[in-house]
């Protein structure tokens, strides 16, 4: 069964410096991945996908994201964090064999939290 | 990407009562996916709803608390029933998008008293 680690539950950064949030996986064959954003009382917002190519995902609001094989990896990344950040992140992923037919598996969430 | 309407958008209830969410999508689906999110927490797969079979619901949901209705391939139902406080939450349905990957409702945001 597909599964999906999270291992910050919380990070505060100041705005203006770089953001890291991470995310492993465990899944046999090369999975779909996807970072969410969930703003407070908001509903959930794609911020990028991984099906296959290029490792390293462009998403919207300046976000990217790479994936490493060797480490299960999908870590999220931006160069420079905006107040308008703040909000919980979610990694998931789906299964690759079964497109469309099966769910999301979704991490625990990171609550990121942006410092003037 | 398909697009979904999930109504109602928030409601407040009564305990010992039912709440039926509807979500409909502008595309024809072969499987939706109801998914609930507590309060400060993630979101958790309650079942996944074939059209023309019954749902498979997850290790910790069951029929009778939370039946599901799929009557054709643009349109389902989740009721959750017997309400308790317990059951305050977003339910979110979902589908698969192709390229686009899931789409979500906007969601269900739900508060038994």
């Known amino acids: 069964a597909q599964s999906v680690t999270q291992p910050d539950i919380h990070i505060t950064v100041s705005e203006g410096a770089s953001l890291e949030l991470r995310c492993n996986y465990s899944?046999?064959?090369?999975?779909?991945l996807f970072w969410y954003v969930q703003s407070p009382g908001q509903g959930l917002q794609l911020l990028l996908k991984?099906?296959?190519?290029?490792?390293l995902v462009q998403g919207i609001k300046g976000f990217e994201a790479e994936f490493k094989r060797s480490q299960s990896s999908f870590n999220l990344r931006k160069p420079s964090v905006h107040w308008s950040d703040a909000a919980e992140y979610f990694c998931a992923v789906a299964s690759s064999m079964d497109t469309g037919r099966r769910a999301l598996t979704f991490g625990s969430g990171t609550r990121l939290q942006v410092q003037p | 990407s398909a697009v979904i309407s999930q109504k109602p958008s928030r409601d407040i209830c009564q305990r010992g009562t039912s709440l039926t969410i509807q979500c409909q999508v502008d595309s024809q689906v072969t499987m939706m996916f109801w998914y609930r999110q507590q309060p400060g927490q993630s979101l958790t797969l309650i079942a996944t709803?074939?059209?023309?079979?019954?749902?498979?619901?997850e290790s910790g949901f069951v029929i009778d608390k939370f039946p599901i209705s799929r009557p054709n391939l643009t349109f389902s139902t989740l009721t959750v029933s017997n309400m308790s406080p317990e059951d305050s939450s977003i339910y979110l349905c979902?589908?698969?998008?192709?390229?686009?990957?899931?789409?979500f409702g906007s969601g269900t945001r739900l508060t038994v008293v």
């Open positions: 979902s589908v698969w998008s192709g390229l686009y990957g899931y789409t």
């Open positions: 709803a074939n059209q023309g079979s019954e749902a498979t619901y």
């Open positions: 899944y046999g064959a090369t999975p779909y």
């Open positions: 991984y099906f296959s190519g290029d490792t």
